[in-house]
Structures are given as structure tokens and as C-alpha cells.
């Protein structure tokens, strides 16, 4: 792996050995050297830029509200560094001029490690600042293993990996972990489904190993990272993410923040509940939003209906059962897409974030499901001022989780209000 290097994302090791837990606001590591710092309008500038896509300076200076010479000696060093580049001019307008050269994310700047960490997997990749992942890697872990001590390994080995492949020394490791986690000590509080990772310190690990800062959060908070600076929530200042699977879990955006609570305790909302005394979750209380929008239940219910293969049933074969003609996996995406839909509209009619971005099993159903869920919801949250409620996408694989990941740590370099 390279070695830290000095310039634009130097970072003061002084002020933060892996050892010391977590970092106070003091130690926060800076986007910029001190030799750079002078201009409050740079993290504005790299922000629009991911908001906005490829910019010119003339389109820069009128979001940020600052003129051509402030950009131009805000992008300058960021261009020197190699993180900013210039693609090729753009046509000239009928005014004239200089033709203008848009500025974009150098695919030579410096990576950052994003991790994501299941009960069942871990997967490690570099991520650029464009959102392109390479270098990915990947560990099974054991369903039963021996001990924290197991999991150590396999997690350092599927990272080192990956590190190994990165030409420059990366900013920082970011970790999307699938279960509740304390932000601020970079510790894992609990996994239902993996109980050796309970008080697990996972930011302590891996930065002790690789010598690089580390940000960790709950799995569906990173889905939103991922989509707020690569995905379908760029420049939007509120939405919500929902990720159905083996768990149900989502997020908030509200007015330009990531709600997280203190530590990080805010946002399990797979365990807000939508039965009063109803079935028993793996978390140890009953009627829990998980119970009744999960694969778990769904298996269940396609057992019962008679559905071919119900052990291995998902919203895409779903789908597909009832594109052929089966009338039970009509029946059964309807009441799938209801239950879905009633934990967002509980969280509709609480916050109004009005866009919600799918994630996991039921973006696999396409268009089909997607719809049947967002009936559901303008059925069940009446029309009111504010906006209409909207529905869009991501990935059904876990992407958008390791581009997330990467955002923790995009977002702690740029200190941005998450």
C-alpha cells in the first residue's frame, strides 16, 4: 500500500493517533493543509461539484455566490494536487469570450476504502472521487465463528487486499456496517443476526491496522451517503432511503442533514412498529415493521401459498411468477407492496421527506413492485400541501452501500453537515 503522502489531504497525525478513540471536533483531520486554508468557499465549491456535476468556473462562482477570481484561487491548488481537472472547452457562447473549461474529479486523485460489513460477508473496494469502484474484495464469514478474534482476520485480510491495489495512499476507510452502531466511539452496539460483533470496536481495528482515519454508521444511513453525493439524492435537500432484504432498515434526510440521533441511536425504523402484539422479531420485541416486509416473511407466505421454490423467492422471481400468469404471486406482491407501504407512510406522515429512494429485494421486482408500493402510500397518506410523494431507485445489489461508505469519510474530509 502507498504511503501518506503530503499535499492537499495531509492530514495531522499529531492530533489523532488510532489508539487515543474517537476523534473530538478538534482532531477532525482537514480536507486542506494549512499552507491552503484561507477561502470558507472551498468545501461549497467541491460540494457544488458533486451536486452539479462538471462545472465551469463561471458556473461555480455564480452557485456560491463569489466572483471568478475567488474561484479561480479556490481551484487552482485543487487542480495543482491533481484532485480537480479541466475536461475540454465548451463551445463559445454568441457573447464570445474564452471558451469555458469544466471542472471535474481527477481520476488520479486519491482513493478512499469503503467497507461493507454483513453478517454474512465482508466487502472491501476503492472508491473514487468520480464514485467508480475498483480494487473489490470480498470475505464470507463464518455463520458460527469462534470468537471477535475471527471476524479480525477476515475483516483485515479482505481489507489489506484491497488497500494493496491503491497507487496513492488513500484518504480514509469508511464502513457500512449491517446492524446499530455508535458513531461517535466507531463501535458496533449489536448485530441481531451476528451476536460476536456486540461491542465490537470496529474504527479502533481498523485504524490501529492501516494507520488511515475511519468513519463507520448503520448500513441504510450509508445508502443514503451513497445516493446524497453519487446517486439520485445529489443537490436534493430532503429525502429518505428504504432498504428491504434479509432486514428492513432506512434513513432520513431532512433540510439538507443526515438524522442520525445521538451516537448515531436515531433512525432503526425496520424496528418502529406496525403491529401491537404482533410476531416475534429477531430484535426480541413483536410487531415490529421487519416482521411483515422482509424475505423472511415473505417465504413464509409463498410457502403457504403454494409458490414454487418458496425458499428462494424474491421480489424479482416474484414478479416474474405473476408476469406468467399465477394469480398467488399477484395476490402475494400486492400485500408485500402494502406492507412495505405502511412503515412509509407512518414515516410520510411524521417527517414529509416526499422522495423516497428503494434499495435491496424490492428493486429487483422493477417497475411492478416499485408501483404497487407507492399505491399503497397515496392510499394510505392523504393529499396535503407540501408536495406530491415520489419514488425512485437504487441498486439491488449493495453499490450504493460501498459508495456510501466512501461518502462518511468524503463528508468528514469536507466537513459536511451530515
Given at each position: ?276 402484539d404482533g410476531a416475534l422479531c429477531h430484535c426480541g420485541r413483536r410487531g415490529c415493521w421487519e416482521t411483515i416486509a422482509t424475505l423472511g416473511w415473505l417465504r413464509r407466505e409463498a410457502l403457504a401459498a403454494g409458490l414454487p421454490e418458496p425458499e428462494t423467492i424474491t421480489s424479482r422471481r416474484l414478479v416474474a411468477l405473476a408476469e406468467d400468469g ?93
Amino acid at each position: 500500500m502507498a504511503t501518506h503522502e503530503d499535499g492537499l489531504f495531509d492530514q495531522d497525525r499529531s492530533a489523532f493517533s488510532p489508539s487515543d478513540g474517537p476523534m473530538t471536533t478538534r482532531e477532525r483531520p482537514s480536507l486542506l493543509s494549512s499552507s491552503l486554508v484561507g477561502s470558507t468557499n472551498r468545501g461549497r465549491v467541491v460540494q457544488a461539484l458533486f451536486d452539479r456535476g462538471p462545472s465551469s468556473r463561471a458556473d461555480l462562482a455564480r452557485f456560491a455566490g463569489v466572483n471568478r477570481t475567488t474561484i479561480s484561487g479556490i481551484v487552482q491548488p485543487l487542480l495543482d494536487q491533481n484532485f480537480l481537472v479541466e475536461g475540454d472547452p465548451l463551445p463559445a457562447g454568441d457573447v464570445g469570450g474564452k471558451p469555458a473549461r469544466p471542472l471535474w474529479f481527477s481520476p488520479q486523485s486519491r482513493p478512499i476504502c469503503g467497507i461493507l460489513l454483513m453478517p454474512e460477508e465482508v466487502r472491501s473496494c476503492l472508491v473514487s472521487l468520480e464514485g467508480k469502484i475498483e480494487a473489490e474484495h470480498s470475505e464470507a464469514l463464518p455463520a458460527h465463528p469462534a470468537g471477535p478474534d475471527e471476524i479480525t482476520r477476515l475483516l483485515k485480510r479482505c481489507v489489506a487486499r484491497t488497500l494493496a491495489s491503491a497507487k496513492r495512499s488513500p484518504l480514509g476507510i469508511g464502513v457500512a456496517v449491517g446492524g446499530m452502531v455508535d458513531t461517535d466511539r466507531r463501535q458496533i452496539i449489536a448485530v441481531n443476526l451476528a451476536p460476536v460483533l456486540a461491542s465490537y470496536p470496529l474504527g479502533d481495528i481498523l485504524a490501529r491496522e492501516f494507520n488511515l482515519p475511519v468513519q463507520i454508521d448503520h448500513h441504510p444511513r450509508a445508502l443514503l451517503v451513497g445516493d446524497r453525493w453519487f446517486g439520485k439524492g445529489r443537490g436534493i435537500r430532503s429525502f429518505a432511503v428504504i432498504y428491504t432484504g434479509e432486514v428492513l432498515g432506512g434513513a432520513l434526510y431532512l433540510d439538507g442533514h443526515l438524522y442520525r440521533g445521538p451516537s448515531g441511536a436515531g433512525g432503526e425504523l425496520g424496528h418502529t412498529f406496525v403491529q401491537v402484539d404482533g410476531a416475534l422479531c429477531h430484535c426480541g420485541r413483536r410487531g415490529c415493521w421487519e416482521t411483515i416486509a422482509t424475505l423472511g416473511w415473505l417465504r413464509r407466505e409463498a410457502l403457504a401459498a403454494g409458490l414454487p421454490e418458496p425458499e428462494t423467492i424474491t421480489s424479482r422471481r416474484l414478479v416474474a411468477l405473476a408476469e406468467d400468469g399465477d394469480e398467488r404471486a399477484a395476490t402475494l406482491i400486492d400485500l408485500y407492496a402494502r406492507n412495505v407501504a405502511i412503515g412509509i407512510a407512518n414515516l410520510q406522515q411524521t417527517v414529509a421527506p416526499n422522495l423516497y429512494i428503494l434499495h435491496g429485494d424490492v428493486v429487483g421486482g422493477g417497475a411492478r413492485m416499485v408501483e404497487a408500493i407507492a399505491a399503497h402510500v397515496r392510499r394510505l397518506v392523504p393529499s396535503r400541501p407540501g408536495g406530491d410523494v415520489s419514488f425512485e431507485t437504487g441498486d439491488t445489489e449493495d453499490r450504493a452501500a460501498l459508495l456510501g461508505a466512501a461518502g462518511l469519510v468524503l463528508s468528514d474530509l469536507l466537513h459536511f453537515p451530515l
